[in-house]
Structure formats: C-alpha cells, structure tokens
C-alpha cells in the first residue's frame, strides 16, 4: 500500500513544519538518570525508564526514582560506542499474569562491534525488582559497525513483538543490508513470544517459505529505525528513521497489512534517490521528510514518538507527536482528512530527546539522554 498523498515538508528545515506558537511544554518529570533512552509502562502507573549503561529504573507515580532499579544488566551490555547499549524495552501484553517483558541490548564477541541481542527477563515476587538470572536469549546478530543499532521493540496490536534493526552501520550502508532480505540489519523482524520458551515465526509474514530470506523478516528499507510505534487506537505503525546526512523521514503503515513494506534505504533517503545499484522500486513514501543540516548545529535525527490518545489534552488527539535529536523541535503530523498529511512545528527546546512513550493512560512523556532527565509532554 502507498499512502496517496504526501507531506512533503519544505526545502529549508528551519522553516519545514508550519509555523505555530509553542502548542506544548515540557514538565519535569524525573531528573539524575544515567542515560535514559526509553520508558516504557507495565500496564499500571509506574514507568520504567531504560538507562544506557544497562540499568532499568522505575518512577513511582509519586514521580520518585525508585533508589534499586528494576533490572541491571551491565554486565552484559556493551555501550562503549554511543549507538550502543542497553536500548529498548517492552512489557509482555499480558504482563500481569506471565510477569515478562523484553529487552534489546548490545552485547560483546558475536561480530566485529559485538551483537545486537532480543533476551526475555521475568520479574520476582516483588514488583519492583526483576530477576538478572532469569535471561532467555531469543535472537542475536552480528554487528559489523558500532552505529546503526536500532534498538526499538514493541508488541504490535497483533500480540506479535516487533523489533527494528538498524543497518548494521558504517556509513551508506556499505554492504546494502537494508535491500537484503537474508538478514536482519536495516529491517524490521516479527515474531511470536507467547509460547513457553523460544519464539516462533507468524505465519503471515510476508516471506515465509521464501527461499533465501529470514521468515522473521516484516519490513525492509530502513537506515536506523532507533524509535518507531504504534497508534493505541488504529494499530497503525509509525516509523522516525534516522537519515544520512541529508533527509530525515517518518513513515507510516497501516495495521494489518502484512504485505512486507520497504521504505526504501538505501535506494533513497527520504524522497531522494542515494544509491541506486540493483534497486528495482516499490518504495513506500515517507509522510513527512525534512532535510538534515547537521553541519549547521540544528536538525539531524528523527526521532520516531507517539500518537496521543490520552484524555488530558483533548487537543493534541490525533496527533503524531515526534522530535528531532540535534535541534530539540518537537514536531505534529496529522491527517489532514483528504488523504494527505498537515504538521506543526509544536516546541523549539534544548537538543537530547531521544525517546517519546506513553503511560498507561495514553500521556506522553520524553526522556533526555544528555541531561537525564524525563519530562512529561503538556498542553500549556
């Protein structure tokens, strides 16, 4: 499926989304975290922030850090490249009576800048603490680069857990991971975790009993898919990939179309043609692109967020809210209700927001990498 309209955002990035009045502020939340990456919620009102380093903290809804953390791992994480880590985190859907929930970290040995890793954890009897040895390793891949992790995993409305990779890294994608479908770099996989041990593959992903592919395969074309999620109304999928070095993009997919979408990389950056070798087309078009002027100090990283489906704000239901990692803009993409897409520059604030999620009431909240804070996005 091709979305039938475009947003293509202006050419000049400082002017790309249209320009509002700040439409949203940042509340503080949680401050003194050691890198946080993500948050994530359990199906009840704590939040549980992932830290880099390997350590995952839980915030009360009193807003307090819990002082022992959840889960601490790093031991086994590798985070001395600043792509990698301990970079993702989901909670089983049915959490409350299986008590497990999924992590994507780096780990060391297993490929020339270690091995991006899927691993199930349980929690013990006290529901603040987890338990360190009960790791199941579900998959791992060689990493051949230190960047381009990926990073995300996230239960699909399909029950299935849905994990993006990053390319493998490098720039240009040297080695076209991202059109390959024998492996998982640059694509997002798609697997089933509800059995005892293991996982198993879905019998409707797009390529299984295909010859020379991996059957855990769903999506394909993707450069570094570090945040990407679904709307908790519709089960549609959205996607912030990190561009090269000239296009940053947001894409969009439908729920229950398990057609394998290819977004293009390294084909094309955003809507740009960047290494054509053996491409044949068939790309699905990003809703929003805009364009990456890191060498100036502004724009850089999509940073994929969250359709708001709360109930505090009603003015933001609807709305993709999403930022960018070196500028600090939080940006809006809506339907524009003809089949296209309208978007708003919402908040031009300090740069390091690398994660946007949603409690369990749909409220969304940020987290900073560089100042270790969590702030909870507001309508002022």
Known sequence: MRIP??????????????????????????????????????????????????????????????????????????????????????????????????????ASGGGP??????????????????????????????QPFSNHNGGDLEFGPDGYLYVGFGDGGSGGDPNNHAQSLDDPLGDMIRIDVSGASGYTVPPDNPWVGAQDTLPEIWASGLRNPFRFGFDALTGDLWIGDVGQNAWEEFDFWPAGDNSGPNFGWRCREGLVSY????????????????????????????IGGRVYRGSQYPRFDGRYICTDYCSGHFMSILPDGQGGWDDELLLDSGNGWVCIAENVNGELFTCNESSGQVRKITDP
């Not at 091995?115 to 040895?133: E, G, L, Y």
């Not at 990003?286 to 100090?297: D, I, K, L, R």
């Open 5 to 106: 309209a475009l947003s293509l955002l202006a050419l000049s990035s400082l002017t790309a989304f249209a320009q509002t009045p700040v439409t949203i502020e940042l509340v503080p939340w949680a401050t003194g975290l050691s890198g946080p990456v993500d948050i994530a919620h359990a199906g009840d009102d704590r939040l549980f922030v992932v830290e880099q380093p390997g350590v995952i903290k839980i915030i009360s809804d009193s807003m307090t850090v819990l002082p022992t953390p959840f889960l601490n791992i790093t031991a086994q994480v590798n985070d001395t490249g600043n792509e990698q880590g301990l970079l993702g985190l989901a909670f089983d859907p049915d959490y409350a009576n299986t008590g497990r929930f999924y992590v994507y970290y780096t």
């Open 275 to 302: 290494n054509m070798s053996g491409c044949t087309g068939g790309y699905v078009d990003p809703v929003a692109v805009y364009e990456n002027v890191w060498t100036g100090g502004t724009w850089c990283s999509a």
């Open 113 to 142: 800048s270690g091995q991006s890793r899927v691993s199930r954890f349980q929690v013990t009897a006290d529901p603040n603490v987890a338990d360190p040895n009960s790791e199941e390793i579900l998959y791992t891949w060689p």
